[in-house]
């Protein structure tokens, strides 16, 4: 084995008698590794041993012509099982150790130092593992298997029926809903069923003295002490029956338009008055489905009437007005006299 010295000098860096490592000042520096690789220059191929980022490690051979301290272009290639990596690095030869033959990189950050990089450190972590001369990946070498598809069993059929149905219902009842708050209002102000009559009145301010709802055609009915001074005494104006308005006694105090009684001319026939807002009478004059909701379950469709009286509260910006629903005859009869019933509005589409 002979590694001709054609020229005896030195590797010095600089001109100095002191040689320099080639391991760049420490000898373990770079550790070397051992993938499988070879090296080829000048048609000759050689077996590598040891590989680090600045230093090729070779098996020493007989004939070997490379001179120590040449500079040479060689190709270092690493084999694996499908394809293979290949870099061109200068290298500098420098010298034969324990039956190697050792070289270093003339440009260790040159543009092979990259796919080098990348091949020590994956062969480093474990990502490559080693079978003869060539190298192979230490991954996954197929993808997963999908699993079978499992029949569902009976039990697993009608659960899903069962959550299908169960979500149908919630939509239907959430559509429900909403279609209902769309098209459907109710009047906030309760409404009671009366018989039907005349409602006397208070003319003026002032306190309630006297009450007589017996009171025959032609005696005083209720006397009234004005806050001018004045008593006003209001007379039966015929022989019917009087009910006194809720909350009405002697001494109370009673303003313009406060209602003392009611005089009943017909014992059967039913007055349903109430106050509306604006924006319901409103609808109900567009067209609006109206109802009178009972306590008891039925709704009655009714007709709503707006007098003068309704037309002077709207012109005058009042909230509610007063106005007079129609049932259906027979719709209500004497037994409903006191209910309390509320008032829905509907949107008709067609």
């Known amino acids: 084995m002979g590694l001709r010295n054609i020229e005896n000098k030195g590797l010095n860096l600089v001109s100095t008698s002191v ?27 050689f077996e590598g041993r040891r590989l680090s980022l600045t230093t090729v490690h070779l098996a020493a051979e007989d004939e070997v012509i490379l001179i120590a301290g040449s500079n040479h272009t060689v190709t270092i290639q690493f084999e694996f099982q499908n394809f293979s990596v290949s870099i061109y690095p200068e ?6 150790k324990n039956g190697e033959l050792i070289l270093k990189f003339a440009d260790p950050s040159g543009d092979h130092a990259a796919q080098l990089r990348f091949v020590l450190n994956s062969f480093i972590a474990g990502d490559f593992v080693t079978l003869g001369s060539v190298m192979s990946y230490s991954g996954p070498t197929k993808p997963k298997e999908e699993k079978a598809a499992v029949e569902k069993n009976w039990k697993e059929r009608y659960r899903s029926i069962g959550v299908f149905l169960a979500s149908a219902a919630l939509a239907v009842v959430a559509a429900s809903a909403l279609f209902t708050r769309y098209t459907t209002s109710y009047e906030m102000h309760p409404v009671l069923i009366e018989r039907a009559g ?29 806050n001018s001074g004045d008593v006003l005494n209001f007379q039966m104006p015929c022989d019917c029956k009087a009910v006194l308005a809720q909350g009405v006694r002697e001494g109370i105090t009673v303003l313009p338009s406060d209602v003392i009684l009611t005089i009943l001319v017909n014992n059967f026939d039913l007055s349903i008055e109430t106050l509306m807002s604006v924006e319901g009478l409103a609808r109900a004059m ?14 009655i469709p009714v007709q709503v009437i707006a007098g003068q009286a309704a037309n002077t509260a709207a012109l005058s910006g009042e909230l509610l007005v007063p106005v007079r629903l129609e049932a259906p005859e027979g719709a209500l009869s004497e037994t409903d006299i006191g209910k309390f019933a509320q008032l829905r509005l509907t949107k008709s589409f067609f």
């Open 19 to 45: 040689p320099a490592s080639y391991e760049f000042g420490f000898e373990n520096e770079h550790p070397t590794v051992s993938p499988p690789f070879t090296m080829s220059v000048f048609g000759q191929r």
């Open 91 to 96: 290298v500098i030869v420098v010298g034969e």
């Open 198 to 226: 005349h409602s006397m009145q208070a003319t003026t301010a002032g306190q309630v003295a006297y009450l007589n709802p017996e009171a025959t055609k032609g005696e005083i009915l209720f006397s009234v002490n004005a």
């Open 286 to 299: 567009s067209g609006d489905h109206v109802y009178l909701d009972l306590a008891d379950g039925r709704s």
